[in-house]
Structures are given as C-alpha cells and as structure tokens.
C-alpha cells in the first residue's frame, strides 16, 4: 500500500490544482525499493520539494 501525505504546505496562495499536480506526479514517480520494504516493513520517506520562480533574460 502506498500512501500520500502533505506535511507542510507553503504554497501561497493555496492551490489545490497545484497540490492535485504535484501529488499525482510522485504518484507516478518510481522509486528503488529499500531494504525495509523488501521484508514487508513499513517505510516512511520525506521528499522536501522545493518550487521557484525561474526568472528570464530580458532581450
């Protein structure tokens, strides 16, 4: 079973759409299987995911 949590949210303003995008592309993300996982242990990862405004060159 894999489940999906927000621990902080900083987006300002809030934005579910934002939140829906971002939650269902580390859904689809594939991650190596740790050891824990392998003998059917419990496994919490944290992912901090960090979005900027990337700024252009003015022409």
């Keep these: 079973m894999t489940m999906f949590q927000f621990k902080e949210n900083r987006v300002r303003p809030a934005s579910p759409a934002l939140n829906s995008c971002i939650e269902t ?3 689809q ?3 190596e299987k740790l050891q824990n ?3 059917g242990k419990i ?3 944290f992912y901090p ?3 900027e ?3 252009t060159k003015k022409k």
């Design 43 to 45: 496994v919490s990862v």
């Design 37 to 39: 996982q392998r003998t």
């Design 53 to 55: 405004v990337q700024k």
């Design 49 to 51: 995911y960090i979005f």
């Design 29 to 31: 993300a594939k991650f």
């Design 25 to 27: 592309s580390i859904r």
